[in-house]
């Protein structure tokens, strides 16, 4: 998608439509005939007024008023975010050069890298993590983070674990957290440090996957109406991926998805999140806040507790890590923090903490930075 009204952006489009390499130009072309295939006139009429009939007859049923989709006025929705202020550099670094034991934890897709050139389909999304390596700047600042033996790094993301050991195998001693936290391992940290990579755990012992074939049918029915989206299947969980689907039927699908899916998953034991361009269908109980909560607990066995907590991601995931270090350190945004008698560690004075959030936006963080790059400094 570009901006019609700017010349710059449709200059680079044709461009990049000029020089693609031949794999990404025969993905698209797979991608729009499976769709168009399997889209015809007489299929999407007959899905229309199934969807007008089940429309209908709610109405006359609950007396539900129509409402408004969009941006319209009867749709239009003020959050305040008065209270947000922008990440300060000096800030951050005049509390970390004076703490001894610090735990960072950072997401990865938007928040160290842009979240730009989406791949196309479920599998060129594999190649293309497997592939990418982390951009210079980006490796050099983790690198370097790692590096220093007062300092716990983690990446926690929705990544599956094959891909999060291909991205950040030049780091060993990096934590990673994969799946949004179900799989995880521990780098080095603060007291005790140590190069190698540790080996990976679960979260939880053992899930119930019978939901997925359900799932996976649910979802690849709403891929197959919407065009530019697909389906991927992690090793815990089922997503339905739209970034590259029109912005605002994608996110109406996805209102609906969510919908339909709470009402014939009851009793299953998993959640649904809907983040930025994707719907995920994963076992209940695992998200980012337990990982960093479990995180917390071991740097206070291990280490004592921690004397600084910087924690930066763009989506709603990782809310959870935000909220959770709200809970854990009674108020989890402000710096300094007292940490006993619900902090780290028993006796420490206070914990200087920093939660934000990749562009201003309502959040649990009560700090943001503009992008990725921001994040780097």
Request: hydrophobic share 40%; net charge negative.
């Amino acid at each position: 998608r570009v901006n019609v009204w700017s010349a710059d952006e449709l200059i680079a489009a044709i461009v990049r439509a000029l020089t693609m390499e031949a794999a990404e130009r025969i993905a698209r072309q797979q991608r729009d005939l499976i769709f168009v295939v399997s889209n015809t006139t007489q299929s999407w009429a007959a899905r229309f007024f199934v969807d007008l009939k089940a429309v209908s007859h709610r109405s006359r049923k609950e007396e539900e008023p129509a409402m408004a989709i969009g941006f319209g006025l009867a749709s239009f929705r003020c959050v305040g975010m008065g209270g947000m202020r922008t990440l300060e550099v000096t800030d951050v670094l005049a509390a970390y050069r004076k703490t001894v034991r610090r735990a960072i934890f950072v997401d990865w897709g938007g928040t160290l890298v842009p979240n730009d050139d989406r791949p196309l389909t479920p599998s060129l999304a594999s190649e293309e993590y497997s592939r990418r390596l982390l951009p210079g700047p980006t490796h050099h600042c983790l690198e370097e983070l790692c590096h220093d033996p007062r300092n716990f790094v983690m990446v926690v993301s929705g990544l599956a674990r094959t891909q999060m050991e291909q991205v950040f195998g030049g780091l060993p001693a990096i934590s990673l957290a994969a799946e949004h936290g179900l799989l995880y391992r521990v780098g080095s940290t603060p007291g005790a440090h140590y190069r190698g990579a540790g080996h990976w755990e679960q979260i939880i012992e053992s899930f119930n996957d019978d939901w997925k074939d359900l799932a996976h049918a649910i979802v690849e029915t709403y891929a197959m109406r919407t065009n530019g989206s697909y389906v991927q299947r992690k090793g815990s969980s089922v997503v339905w991926r739209f970034e590259d689907a029109d912005l605002e039927f994608g996110a109406q699908q996805a209102k609906e998805m969510r919908e339909h899916l709470d009402n014939l998953l009851q009793g299953y034991p998993v959640d649904v999140q809907v983040g930025k361009g994707y719907v995920e269908i994963k076992p209940a109980g695992v998200d980012k806040g337990v990982i960093v909560s479990l995180m917390l607990s071991h740097l206070a066995a291990s280490s004592g507790g921690v004397d600084f907590v910087l924690c930066v991601g763009d989506d709603s995931s990782d809310e959870k890590m935000f909220e959770a270090l709200h809970s854990r350190l009674g108020g989890g945004h402000s710096t300094p923090l007292p940490t006993s008698p619900r902090g780290l560690s028993a006796g420490q004075p206070s914990a200087h903490v920093f939660c934000a959030t990749v562009g201003r936006k309502p959040s649990a963080a009560p700090y943001y930075v503009n992008d990725h790059e921001e994040v780097l400094e």
